[in-house]
Structure formats: C-alpha cells, structure tokens
C-alpha cells in the first residue's frame, strides 16, 4: 500500500516571502499521480497544483511550484511571494493511474505572518 | 460542469440520535464517491467509497454506515450518535476514467454531538 508522510506538522512564513512544504510517499508503482490541496479556515478543500509522474517536467500554477524527485520519491510544493490568503492546511495525496482514490499526507498547517 | 453538493453545513445533534448527511454530484455518471471525517487540526480519515449503486466499502469499523442508492448520491448515516462521531465531515468524487484530476470535495459538514 501507499503512504504519504508531511514531515512538518506546522510552518509558518512572512508575507511575501517563499516557503516550501514537504512530502515524500512510498509506492511501487512506476506510473502514478501527486497532488497538493489546500484547507484553508473555511475547511473546503480546494487542489493547488497536480503532477504526472511520467512527466519529468515541473508543474507550475501561478505562485505556486513543485520539486518532483521521482528516484528519491520527494515531491515539494514551493509557494512564492507568500500571501495572508494561502494560510491554510496543505494536504499531500497520491493517486493510482487506475481507480480514482487517492492517499493523503497528515497535513501541514502553514501559517502566513503580516 | 461537475458539481458535489453536500448538507446540511452543520448539525448538533444529541447523543444516541440518528444522522443522515447526503452527498449529490451533478455533471458526471458514475462518479466514485468517498467519505472522510477528520478531526480539528488533523488529517482526513477515509470512511466509506463507493465506486457504483449499492456498492460500498467501509475502512474502519465505527458506529456509521453509507449508502447508494443512485449512482450520484451518497449518504453517511448513523441510528444512534456517539460523542466520538464529532467532527468534520467531506464528501468527495472521483473520475476512474481520469484519475489524474484527482477528487473534487463538497463544502463540508461540521457534525458536533452533545
């Protein structure tokens, strides 16, 4: 089975500076899916960014950025020019390229500091 | 477009009392559906899915069961509350034919038991 470990329980960052988070998973699948989702105080769960694993390519949206190491099993979201509104938990979760369900991290809460 | 609809937003119920939380999704066909409940400040703990009508699958033996009873409904029940079943509970889909969109969460039910 898979897992998904978030090292950091909490972070916290000033504004407008960069943070990243960390998640590394365990799995012995060659092809698969990663994901971050954000959980801010109103608690829905809103996807930040995704990743395919067969494409070498980072991912990017906007402020927000991964560093997938496939060999090593890392994938790290870096959030730049930090902002109030991306306080929020930040769930890591692996998909299976077959059947949709997904394995979630514990979670890191990030706070954003003015 | 697809949409997950979940309610009520929240609900205090009695101890020994009987809940019903219901989950819709419009704008797909046999989505996967789960369940999750999760604690203040924790992670996600995955309580039932259900990948076609009348089929579900629970992950962890409790005092709640769901149901399916059309392809884009589910429900989260219980004939009588325990104060362990507070908490937060998402309903969520997922696409098996594409599974690197990963789910789509409802808004949430905050359920506290007194």
């Known amino acids: 089975a898979q897992t998904v470990t978030q090292s950091q329980p909490e972070m916290s960052v000033q504004e407008a500076e960069t943070v990243t988070l960390s998640c590394t998973y365990d799995?012995?699948?060659?092809?698969?899916?990663l994901f971050w989702y954000k959980q801010p105080p109103s608690r829905q769960m809103i996807l930040v960014i995704r990743?395919?694993?067969?494409?070498?390519q980072n991912a990017t949206e906007n402020r927000f950025s991964v560093n997938f190491q496939k060999a090593a099993k890392s994938f790290s979201l870096k959030i730049s020019d930090s902002q109030l509104g991306d306080t929020a938990m930040y769930f890591c979760?692996?998909?299976?390229?077959?059947?949709?369900?997904?394995?979630f991290g514990e979670g890191t809460q990030l706070t954003v500091n003015p | 477009s697809q949409t997950i609809h979940q309610w009520p937003a929240t609900l205090v119920q009695p101890v020994g009392s009987p809940l019903s939380l219901e989950c819709t999704v419009e704008?797909?066909?046999?989505?996967?559906l789960y369940w999750y409940r999760q604690a203040a400040g924790r992670g996600l703990q995955l309580l039932f899915y259900?990948?076609?009508?009348?089929?579900i699958s629970s992950e962890v033996p409790q005092n709640l069961s769901a149901s399916r009873p059309q392809d884009r409904q589910f429900i989260l029940s219980s004939k009588k509350l325990l104060l362990s079943d507070s908490g937060f509970y998402l309903c969520?889909?997922?696409?098996?034919?594409?599974?690197?969109?990963?789910?789509?969460f409802g808004s949430g039910t905050r359920l506290t038991v007194v």
């Open positions: 990743q395919e694993a067969y494409k070498q």
């Open positions: 259900s990948v076609g009508i009348g089929q």
């Open positions: 969520a889909w997922g696409d098996l034919t594409a599974p690197g969109y990963g789910y789509t």
């Open positions: 799995t012995s699948e060659n092809n698969y899916y």
């Open positions: 979760a692996f998909g299976e390229t077959s059947g949709s369900r997904l394995t």
């Open positions: 704008g797909t066909s046999n989505p996967n």
